[in-house]
């Protein structure tokens, strides 16, 4: 009887003992998913996650919208979501179109900049907020995994509207994350090509380095804590935002760009993302551009080798072209 007994407070010890580190392990993931990835905050329900306030430029300034005619595109996701984007329709007519993907933290404002230029160059441009982003709806930005899922069904829509478009996606870090996974993991009619801008191999990765630069913690146990519950809080795991994976399934041509003094996504995770990539593609490296800052280091060279890249490859002529 005394070692029945035994063995039960043993038994009783060790389920409380799973139950604490269950418990706490839920807690550490849950601080954590809510800090780096739900959209709101106390004052303003539309504010980027916390975490940004770490990650992104803050001399980053709003470009301006360019100056051509806008038509606001919407429509409703499988889970219930309204999301939106921006149609700028160029001076010209054609069939060349890009759909921008704006970085994490960020919404389409943030790549008018780079809808100028296409719209020079007789793109039609659209530009979507992804999910948990200006006003498209969410209340978890998931780096990259539903928001590729909208960026398929955008590209849908432009064909819909345009049917013999020729489609690039062009992208900025979780946007460039985007579109690798866009590309990799749905079949999209009329895709001519990708640009990916200093997108991450994964974000388990990525969240991985500055776990350790921001706050000196390690991988384990946190950054499983933190998958599991993304999981069960959102929907998709954060590893589930894994580009890596989907590259080698990519059939368009890709071009990959990387600033040298990024330190947010290393440089290294540009050469194994190429590396990974079956399809023809092209890489453009700038010396001393920081995360996100190709474009704005590199300047007219930037653009250049863009479409240089893409007149190579898309059909209906440019307007330089």
């Known amino acids: 009887m005394m070692n029945y007994n035994w063995k039960k407070r043993w038994g009783i010890v060790a389920i409380v003992f799973i139950a604490v580190v269950l418990t706490a392990g839920?807690?550490?993931?849950?601080?954590?998913?809510?800090?780096?990835?739900?959209?709101?905050?106390?004052?303003?329900?539309?504010?980027?996650?916390?975490a940004c306030v770490n990650i992104l430029d803050k001399s980053r300034e709003m470009p301006k919208e360019p100056a051509v005619p806008t038509e606001e595109w919407s429509?409703?996701?499988?889970?219930?979501?309204?999301?939106?984007?921006?149609?700028?329709?160029?001076?010209?007519?054609?069939?060349?179109?890009?759909?921008?993907?704006?970085?994490?933290?960020?919404?389409?404002?943030?790549?008018?900049?780079?809808a100028e230029v296409y719209l020079k160059q007789g793109y039609h441009v659209l530009s979507p907020d992804l999910c948990a982003a200006g006003e498209s709806e969410g209340k978890y930005i998931t780096m990259g995994v539903k928001e590729s899922e909208e960026i398929a069904k955008w590209a849908a829509k432009v064909k819909e509207c345009d049917n013999d478009a020729e489609i690039v996606l062009h992208g900025i870090s979780m946007g460039a994350a985007t579109v690798m996974l866009a590309a990799g993991r749905?079949?999209?009619?009329?895709?001519?090509?990708?640009?990916?801008?200093?997108?991450?191999?994964?974000?388990?990765?990525?969240?991985?380095?500055?776990?350790?630069?921001?706050?000196?913690?390690?991988?384990?146990?946190?950054?499983?804590?933190?998958d599991i519950v993304s999981g069960i809080k959102t929907g998709v795991k954060v590893s589930d935002a894994a580009p890596i994976k989907a590259v080698p399934d990519i059939k368009v041509p890709v071009m990959f760009i990387h600033g040298t003094a990024d330190k947010l996504v290393p440089p290294s995770m540009m050469e194994k993302l190429y590396n990974a990539c079956p399809a023809s593609k092209s890489k453009f490296v700038v010396e001393g551009a920081g995360h996100g800052d190709a474009m704005t280091v590199a300047g007219k060279e930037y653009w250049k080798a863009v479409f240089s890249f893409l007149d190579e490859f898309l059909a209906t002529k440019s307007i330089s072209g």
């Open 26 to 50: 839920y807690a550490i993931g849950d601080y954590f998913v809510d800090y780096a990835l739900k959209r709101g905050s106390d004052t303003d329900p539309l504010a980027p996650p916390a």
């Open 186 to 226: 749905y079949e999209i009619p009329g895709l001519a090509a990708v640009i990916e801008d200093c997108g991450y191999t994964s974000a388990y990765d990525m969240f991985t380095n500055q776990l350790d630069v921001i706050f000196g913690l390690p991988e384990f146990p946190i950054m499983k804590c933190v």
């Open 75 to 114: 429509m409703t996701m499988p889970d219930g979501r309204n999301v939106v984007a921006v149609n700028y329709r160029p001076a010209q007519t054609g069939h060349r179109w890009v759909i921008l993907a704006h970085g994490y933290g960020r919404d389409h404002r943030y790549v008018r900049d780079y």
